[in-house]
């Protein structure tokens, strides 16, 4: 799981989908967008990335992971399990 979290909404989602990966009997690491390491993700077997939205765009940290992520396309990523997640943006809807 990588993500990103400006006010801590998509922070609180991560435990809850990691949990589920776990009592699927998966290993799960959990770094931030800052923290993630190419030779991690292409050692991964699934990427699940997470980020908040900003008046309906990704955050900069994110949209400069997806720049990262597309270094080598379509390379050896689009063969992996993948999901996303995101906080939607809006607090109380």
Known sequence: IIYTSKNGR?????DPIRQGMLDGRHSVEVPTVEEVQWDEMLA???ITVGTSVRFGD???DQAAFDITAL???PGPLPSKVRGAFTDGGRPGI
């Open 58 to 60: 990704l955050l900069a």
């Open 71 to 73: 270094q080598d396309y």
């Open 44 to 46: 991964a077997k699934g």
């Open 10 to 14: 998509t922070d609180a989602m991560v």
